[in-house]
């Protein structure tokens, strides 16, 4: 009964449908309830995958023998604000899932610096804790690094504006930008738009990156885009991306730890 756990900000919601979709080998889906599951929920509701809601306290109970379940438990992006508390936070949850899990997979980037060293930090858990990293084994910087597939092809992008401030969106940053303006500090209030203009302005902002991922979960990626774009009075550029790391971290993981389901 091999047991695969992710961990994840809801900014890498899409990456995860898209892996849950495309792996017919999973044979149990559980999502634990909470505040922030619910996006999760619906795009796995409109693609046709099967899964059960499960307490967090109640997990356990819901392993069944045979075949390959996987968990998913998403956590809120307000964590961002603080990193230490999102470190506390995510180490806690991973050591709460080691006790039933054969591997877990935080998606998460280095976050403010702090889970910078998961591997070393979690190493005493009875399971394989991992973070999406490169290729070359450099954790991502954050969930923009992660759908541009490497530090260098985002060190690369930024140059290629030549200075001028250029504001990176998934689609997923896309349906949350106002929330995560107040993570990041930039107001207090989600709707002051002319104070996060005045921010923006001040920044160099001058453009936003339409970053299209090639997963189309979030139906109002365009416009919510384009309103962005409006308020901020900022030039569209539109820009390739894709979940191909995320994809190749969980195959890793999976290949280490479930090696007969893949």
Same mark, same amino acid.
């Given at each position: *009964?091999?047991v &695969?756990?992710?961990? $994840?900000?809801?900014?890498?919601e899409d +990456?995860? @449908? ?6 017919s ?9 909470n505040e ?6 619906d ?6 995958c099967?899964?059960?809601l499960?307490?967090e306290c109640?997990?356990?109970g ?11 438990? *998403?956590?809120? &992006?307000a964590?961002h $604000?603080t990193?230490?508390h999102?470190? +506390?936070? @995510? ?6 899932m080691s006790?039933?899990s054969?591997g877990?997979l935080?998606?998460y ?8 060293k998961v ?7 009875p399971?394989?804790?991992?973070i999406?990293k490169?290729?070359?084994g450099t954790?991502i910087?954050?969930?923009?690094g992660?759908?541009?597939?490497s ?5 690369e992008k ?5 200075g ?5 969106m ?13 993570s990041?500090?930039m ?5 002051d738009?002319?104070?996060s203009k ?10 936003v990156?339409?970053?299209d991922t090639g997963?189309?979960y979030e139906k109002?990626?365009?416009p919510?885009v384009?309103?962005f ?8 550029i539109?820009?390739e991306?894709?979940?191909d790391l995320m994809v190749s971290?969980?195959?890793q993981l999976?290949k280490?730890?479930?090696p007969?389901q893949?």
């Amino acid at each position: *009964m091999p047991v &695969l756990s992710f961990i $994840a900000c809801r900014m890498f919601e899409d +990456e995860i @449908v898209h892996i849950i979709e495309n792996d017919s080998s999973i044979n149990s889906l559980l999502i634990v309830e909470n505040e922030d599951c619910g996006g999760l929920k619906d795009k796995l509701d409109n693609a046709g995958c099967e899964y059960t809601l499960v307490s967090e306290c109640d997990i356990s109970g819901h392993l069944k023998e045979g075949g390959y379940t996987m968990i998913v438990e *998403m956590l809120e &992006l307000a964590l961002h $604000a603080t990193p230490e508390h999102l470190k +506390e936070v @995510v180490y806690g949850k991973a050591r709460e899932m080691s006790e039933y899990s054969d591997g877990i997979l935080l998606f998460y980037g280095l976050c403010g610096n702090v889970l910078g060293k998961v591997d070393t930090d979690l190493a005493d858990l009875p399971c394989p804790v991992r973070i999406l990293k490169e290729d070359n084994g450099t954790v991502i910087d954050d969930c923009i690094g992660a759908v541009l597939g490497s530090r260098a092809a985002y060190l690369e992008k930024l140059k290629s504006f030549h200075g001028v401030g250029t504001f990176f969106m998934t689609p997923m940053w896309a349906a949350h930008w106002r929330e995560m303006v107040v993570s990041a500090g930039m107001t207090p209030d989600p709707d002051d738009i002319k104070l996060s203009k005045f921010v923006f302005d001040y920044a160099g902002y001058k453009n936003v990156a339409k970053m299209d991922t090639g997963l189309h979960y979030e139906k109002q990626f365009e416009p919510m885009v384009e309103e962005f774009a409006r308020l901020f009075e900022f030039d569209i550029i539109d820009m390739e991306a894709s979940p191909d790391l995320m994809v190749s971290c969980y195959k890793q993981l999976k290949k280490d730890v479930v090696p007969d389901q893949n």
